[in-house]
């Protein structure tokens, strides 16, 4: 893969330091999460930290041929709360890049007819939706002092789909075999 | 912890951003050298990344109240080339770190008498020293086509100190004891 245009590789750029952030803070945040007795929270955490992984991969390996050292400027949430606070820096976070950031990330690329980008960003887009519905079913649950019910988390490698407990027969939004799937058992 | 000054927080947050991309371009191109045949290597840059881990968690948790949204500006190198380059990238981005980032930064930390943000620099800047030569040795075995010769690597998970097959009594960086270092075996 690669990237012509100026714009789309700083937006390739920023969106691959904000992923990296969010898989960061997630990881954190699940450690906080087992700490407060909600280990199936902190699960969901760490699922959601490796699907901003395959976001972040994504985007560093389209930028494949852009070697060398950038200042990347990028969103990133901070702050070490309860879960329930970190929960809403998790929603806080994903609803930025669902209402704002992919969606105008994802119309350059397409004005610039950036192919790889644009899949790249696409992939980022369908899995923060999924994601900011189970951080609010997280934070639903933990506002009332209790753990997240909830199976097994599949995470597709290649796009970050996020699904409990049913595995698609293929990923719904790359297609990839069902077996590919990374697992976070209960 | 905390800061109270925003200079020390900017360059919390950027060395935040620094070490969660660091981690994750390790990641890939461990990925890559386990492709190229030299799993070793592969596994330097996990244990490393997993060092990376640490002192962005260092710097995260020093932020802890200051919550909120911020963006983020911060160094990062990119490419996906062969191991040889791929070890030349994590060589530059050490070295800036060890020359010119953490010098200025734990520098400022001290000036402004910031405690907590003086330990997560110098934890990282320790620690950074050891990565620059690791990669070094590394590339200078991946230039005549051969896999590293390294046997487990542990890593402190408190501050990141990197060290090859011989575990010390305690963490000569930050004191921590033998048992809690992280192991990374052939
Ligand atoms: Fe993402
Ligand atoms: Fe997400
Ligand atoms: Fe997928
Ligand atoms: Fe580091
Ligand atoms: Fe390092
Ligand atoms: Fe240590």
């Known amino acids: 893969m690669s990237v012509n245009n100026a714009m789309t590789a700083d937006f390739l750029r920023s969106a691959y330091g904000g992923e990296s952030m969010a898989h960061m803070r997630y990881l954190i945040w699940g450690d906080v ?28 390996k389209v930028l494949d041929d852009q070697k060398g050292d950038y200042t990347v400027a990028a969103g990133a949430v901070f702050g070490v709360g309860t879960t329930v606070e970190n ?40 899995a923060e939706k999924i ?20 199976g097994t988390i599949y995470v597709c490698p290649i796009c970050g789909h996020t699904v409990a407990e049913h595995l698609p027969e293929k990923c719904p939004v790359c297609g990839a075999k069902q077996e590919m799937y990374k697992d976070f058992p209960a």
Chains 1, 2 share one sequence.
Do not use: C, S, W
Request: no cysteine; net charge negative.
């Open 33 to 60: 999460a087992d700490k407060e007795g909600m280990p199936n929270i902190g699960r969901l955490f760490r699922a959601i930290a490796y699907a901003e992984y395959a976001h972040a991969d994504n985007h560093f």
């Open 87 to 126: 929960l809403q820096g998790g929603i806080d976070g994903e609803l930025h890049e669902i209402e704002q950031m992919y969606p105008v990330y994802l119309e350059t690329a397409r004005f610039q007819n950036e192919k790889g980008a644009e899949r790249a960003f696409h992939y980022a887009l369908e």
């Open 131 to 150: 994601h900011a519905k189970l951080f609010q079913d997280a934070q639903d649950m933990a506002r009332q002092g209790k753990d997240m019910d909830i």
